[in-house]
Structures are given as C-alpha cells and as structure tokens.
C-alpha cells in the first residue's frame, strides 16, 4: 500500500544540522522558527490565532534508514521505533507541539521547535486540552528521563 502527501508549506529554523536540532521542543521553549504556508494554503490559517499551541505534522525527510529497534536519544536500552518518537521511522511522519507565538499573513512564529530548517509540513492541527492532554496517561520507559545531550552515532 501507498501514500502519498503533499506538503502545506515548509518549516523554517535555525537547525541546519541533526546534531543542532533539539531532541523535544519542550526541553527547548525558546527555541524560535518559522512556519510558512503555502500560499494556496493560507486560507486554511483563519483563526489559528486563537489557539496558543499547534500540532505541526511533518516528514522527517533527512532521516536515515528505518530501523524497528534502536536506542533512543534519551535513553540507552533498545527500544522498538513504535515507543519512541526518534525520527528513523517507517512512515517518515512526525509531530510538534508548539508555541504558537504570532500570525502574519502565511507565516506563523513558534517556540519550542526542534525541527530541521526547510523540512516539509504537512499538516496542522490545532492543541486543544480538552482533546490532546491525559495528565493520567503512562509515559512508559520516558517517565523520569530527563534532558540530555543526543549521544553520538543515534541518527
């Protein structure tokens, strides 16, 4: 089976290498990019503004290779793709929660990004708490792992 996406627009940081990214936007608050929607798109943008937080879905374009079991930037036990969030996966697919800090026109300015710079978004999707947050849920093998540097070699 097939898919394919096209993107809605581009993201724009200061993260030219995997190395410089952040491992997740929220160890990174200050974090500054840009998302830049397609203008035949930027209709869609009406009243994004009224949301503080956005879900970014993108494709991991620069990942390498698929990998079903690896070790993870936070932790050093193998674990399987399907438990993490490392960029390495089948779908090529992934997610941001940002900061949405202001509009203007197709661009949007966030915070807490941790995405390379010109990677290809797909979609957004506005954060809603009443929907997105389950304080009771289980972190798994995440719980208490704190920031950390990305250990050489991971991707």
Known sequence: MEFNCTPIGV??????????????????P???????????FAEGLLDIDLFSHLILLYHL???????????????????????????CRPSG???????LLGREGNLLQVSGIDVLDGTPLLDIK????RFD?????????????????KPPGRE
């Open 61 to 87: 374009d620069r990942a390498t290779d698929v990998k079903l079991v690896l070790r993870p930037f936070l932790d050093d036990t193998p674990h399987g793709i399907f438990a993490t969030r490392h960029p």
């Open 11 to 28: 993201i724009h940081t200061s993260f030219d290498t995997k190395e410089s990214a952040p491992i997740q936007g929220v160890f990174h």
């Open 93 to 99: 697919i992934g997610l941001s929660i940002v900061k």
């Open 30 to 40: 200050d974090a500054i990019g840009t998302v830049e929607i397609l203008f035949e």
């Open 126 to 129: 506005p954060y809603v708490t």
């Open 133 to 149: 947050c389950f304080p009771e849920a289980s972190e798994g093998w995440f719980s208490g792992k704190e920031k950390r540097a």
